[in-house]
Nanobody, 114 residues
Framework: QVQLVESGGGLVQAGGSLRLSCAVS????????MDWYRQAPGKQRELVAA??????NYADSVKGRFTISRDYDKNTIYLQMNSLKPEDTAVYYC?????????WGQGTQVTVSS
């Protein structure tokens, strides 16, 4: 079973930055999708940033502010979040997918105060 553990969330003022990390228990070379999602209270989970089959995509709401990256030596996926806004407040989840299925972390809370 693949395990994902997110870290790096917290409380930050608007305009600030956070870097989320997602440690994966298997080699990242095993996965063709490596993604970050978020879910705000009362809202559906949404895709924030994705690295899929060599292509990187971002939700329109975070383009130019968030950057997804990965370290294959550390089996870790990152989400650098800059110029944070109160509407970025949510639980952030990392997720990976291979031919056997999609796997999720437990989530990390990000709260942006105005």
């Amino acid at each position: 079973q693949v395990q994902l553990v997110e870290s790096g969330g917290g409380l930050v003022q608007a305009g600030g930055s956070l870097r989320l990390s997602c440690a994966v228990s298997a080699s990242l070379f095993n996965f063709y999708d490596m993604d970050w999602y978020r879910q705000a209270p009362g809202k559906q989970r949404e895709l924030v940033a994705a690295f899929s089959r060599g292509v990187t995509n971002y939700a329109d709401s975070v383009k130019g502010r968030f950057t997804i990256s990965r370290d294959y030596d550390k089996n870790t996926i990152y989400l650098q979040m800059n110029s944070l806004k109160p509407e970025d407040t949510a639980v952030y989840y990392c997720s990976v997918e291979n031919r056997l299925g999609r796997y999720w972390g437990q989530g990390t809370q990000v709260t942006v105060s105005s």
